[in-house]
């Protein structure tokens, strides 16, 4: 029997990638009419034009080596596709997938984070120094952080909050506000009084404590639905995976007290069709999950139904001229004047349109903005702090489940959370950013590494007539 993998996001497009390797027949289902979950293609209108964008902005790094792995595994033999991917933004050709930068930080008074040409960690430590933006006090403040978190091996921080860890460590308050604060909700969508400071030092470990390409900017050439879940799919279709988009699925059972296998079912009714497979990949978010699994597992069920989520907006902007931006920017918040964008991204030229994504986090620290006045008020942001001209242009999309709150306290499962409630539930497997074997934000590569997971843990599982 083949394997069910139940949503094409980034972790169960992962999972049944990593399957259909090893040889394991996968059927895919997905419930929305196209593939790709939080992270996928999406028509934009701005005047009168469609652009092809995407739903939300996922940032992505060097040290985000599994996601690489796979967008080259599935890129690797697409008709016509070129070498490799895995290029500088310099030498990339055409034919690649994504584009690789230096790290390289603007803000709308100078430059507050780079990278130089400095090997590994001097690189950083060299950019640091170097932040314009910043005091010399505040400087020195920053790279005596890092350094003693790497003495400390990165770890012992659990239970504490961002804002405690970096009050603890005697981080100045101008520091705080104009680069942890804002760093912390771009990585965890969660403001720093309350995100974990764990996973943040984690983030951190990876990126500026591991220097060198791991902080390397990776942008899509176009989108995120044609970087990975699209090209994933069409993988799977030419190794003969079943593929089923706008199928739900209603309901799970075991077909005995084993739980040696497992029945889907994917309409209403008692007349629905039902499916047998030898497993189960659940790559859904925690609540649809939750209600999935219900008394099958009760035990997973309560702690996916734990987490919290906040929204993130993205507010695009066109231009009919280049208005001549930083590839990232990261913009001076300050809710009091109506300034709510965090970050902004150039995504270059776009069907006639110039055009630039604004990122706002952690939506749930005010009022709900609707989206008419948070376009307005993010466009007059950007032109009166970047001082280029009044957008022509504006379309605003809301993830109202953006991510999940990364809060200290917040559930801790893995992919094999369910067989370490009974033994009978040991064939079925969680994947998802909320699924991650590491201490990890909601990320895409936390997605990606989860699928990785479930799919190594189910092959080992059959191979072992488990």
Not at 296 to 322: C, K, M, N
Request: net charge positive; charged share 20%.
């Amino acid at each position: 029997m083949s394997v069910a993998v139940i949503g094409g996001g980034w972790a169960g497009l992962t999972a049944a990638v990593e399957l259909t390797e090893r040889g394991i027949p996968v059927t895919v289902f997905e419930a929305a009419p196209q593939w790709g979950g939080r992270a996928r293609r999406c028509a934009v209108r701005l005047g009168a034009t469609e652009v092809d964008l995407d739903n939300g902005q996922h940032l992505m790094l060097g040290a985000y080596g599994e996601c690489l792995r796979l967008i080259s595994r599935v890129h690797a033999d697409r008709p016509g596709a070129g070498s490799a991917p895995l290029q500088s933004a310099a030498t990339a050709s055409p034919e690649s997938p994504f584009v690789r930068a230096r790290l390289h930080i603007a803000t709308p008074d100078g430059v507050l984070l780079q990278r130089t040409r400095l090997p590994g960690v001097a690189g950083i430590v060299g950019g640091l120094l170097g932040a314009s933006t910043l005091s010399l006090a505040e400087r020195w403040a920053l790279v005596r952080f890092l350094g003693t978190l790497r003495w400390h091996g990165w770890r012992g921080f659990d239970g504490l909050t961002v804002l405690q860890l970096l009050t603890r460590f005697g981080q100045p308050r101008q520091l705080v506000r104009r680069l942890w604060d804002p760093l912390c909700i771009a990585a965890l969508n969660t403001e720093i009084a309350a995100a974990c400071a764990q996973t943040f030092v984690t983030v951190l470990r990876d990126s500026l404590g591991a220097g060198g390409d791991a902080t390397d900017f990776i942008a899509p050439r176009s989108t995120l639905g044609a970087l990975f879940p699209e090209p994933a799919a069409d993988w799977l279709h030419r190794r003969s995976a079943s593929l089923r988009l706008r199928t739900t699925v209603r309901g799970l059972e075991p077909v005995d007290s084993q739980g040696s296998a497992w029945r889907l079912q994917t309409g209403a009714g008692a007349a629905a069709p039902r499916e047998e497979f030898a497993a189960l990949v659940i790559a859904i978010p925690p609540p649809n999950a939750a209600r999935l699994l219900g008394a099958a597992a009760p035990g997973v069920a309560a702690s996916l139904g734990r987490f919290e989520f906040d929204t993130i907006a993205t507010v695009y902007l066109g231009w009919r001229e280049d208005p001549g931006l930083a590839p990232v920017t990261m913009l001076a918040e300050d809710a009091g004047q109506g300034h709510f964008g965090q970050w902004l991204f150039d995504r270059g030229a776009q069907d006639g349109w110039h055009v630039a994504a604004v990122v706002v986090s952690a939506q749930g620290r005010r009022a709900p903005i609707p989206p008419a006045e948070l376009a307005r008020q993010v466009a007059a942001q950007v032109a009166q702090q970047l001082r280029v001209p009044l957008a022509a242009a504006t379309r605003v999309l809301v993830e109202k489940r953006a991510t999940w709150r990364c809060l200290p306290d917040r559930p801790r499962l893995t992919p094999d959370s369910c067989g370490h409630e009974a033994r009978h539930l040991q064939r079925l497997w969680l994947a998802g950013d909320h699924a991650c074997p590491d201490q990890y934000p909601a990320t895409l590569e936390s997605a990606v590494r989860s699928g990785v997971a479930a799919a190594r843990g189910v092959a080992e599982l059959l191979a072992g007539g488990g």
